[in-house]
């Protein structure tokens, strides 16, 4: 069974640091490529960033490029995203998501319950 | 404001049929993307109820399939039923912006 478990979420003032993990089993993690989309409360979802199976690989929104930083564990099995220089518009529910190929991530076969992250002063 | 625009809501009786449209542009869409669509239950992760191929993930009915044209994809629900109330998102990925995008999302009511 696949499963993805996020954490690392909290609360922390505008212009810090925060970095989100992802904890994965049930499938040969560095075969597939991973990503982070995000909610915002009472918001649609939005695609942050996703990186390739074997980690060479890492894109990003225009939102979030320069700031965040995805990268991956493959000897864990665990995906991370550091968040600096983070905004108030930056406060949503981050969900872990696996896809079905293993460059970009094109698609989310499974997702994590999400980890929340609120940026505010 | 999404690049995919959905309809902010739909809605059916149940054994209706129910479609919900993302257009898109020839950048993402129209360029041959494929889109994939999501369902969401209030406070729960999405979850795929099917992809651009028309294939779904087992435990998913046959009642939802696919269908795209030009710059515009559709997602057909048939025999709706009381379960199927949520929000849906389209998925797809733009060759400008080099990213993946999701539509801003549609509530489907069952009446």
């Known amino acids: 069974e696949v499963q993805l478990l996020e954490s690392g979420g909290g609360l922390v003032q505008p212009g810090g640091s925060l970095r989100v993990s992802c904890a994965t089993s049930?499938?040969?993690?560095?075969?597939?490529?991973m990503s982070w989309v995000r909610q915002a409360p009472g918001k649609g979802l939005e695609w942050v960033s996703g990186?390739?199976?074997?980690?060479?690989?890492?894109f990003y929104a225009d939102s979030v490029r320069g700031r965040f930083t995805i990268s991956r564990d493959n000897s864990k099995n665990t995906l991370h995203l550091l968040m600096n220089s983070l905004r108030v518009e930056d406060t949503a529910v981050y969900y872990c998501?696996?896809?079905?190929?293993?460059?970009?991530?094109?698609?989310?076969?499974?997702w994590g319950q999400g980890t929340r992250v609120s940026v505010s002063s | 404001q999404s690049v995919l625009t959905q309809p902010p809501s739909v809605s059916g009786a149940p054994g209706q049929r129910v479609t919900i449209s993302c257009t898109g542009n020839r950048s993402n869409i129209g360029a041959g993307y494929d889109v994939h669509w999501y369902k969401q239950l209030p406070g729960t992760a999405p979850k795929v109820v099917i992809y651009?191929?028309?294939k779904r993930p087992s435990g998913v009915p046959d009642r939802f399939s696919v269908s795209k044209s030009g710059t515009s994809a559709s997602l057909a629900i048939t025999g709706l039923q009381a379960e199927d109330e949520a929000d849906y998102y389209c998925q797809s990925y733009d060759s400008n912006l080099n990213g993946v995008l999701f539509g801003g999302g549609t509530r489907l009511t069952v009446l």
């Open positions: 651009g191929n028309n």
């Open positions: 049930g499938f040969t993690f560095s075969g597939y490529a």
């Open positions: 998501a696996k896809s079905l190929g293993d460059f970009a991530p094109l698609n989310f076969e499974y």
């Open positions: 990186i390739s199976g074997s980690g060479g690989n890492a």
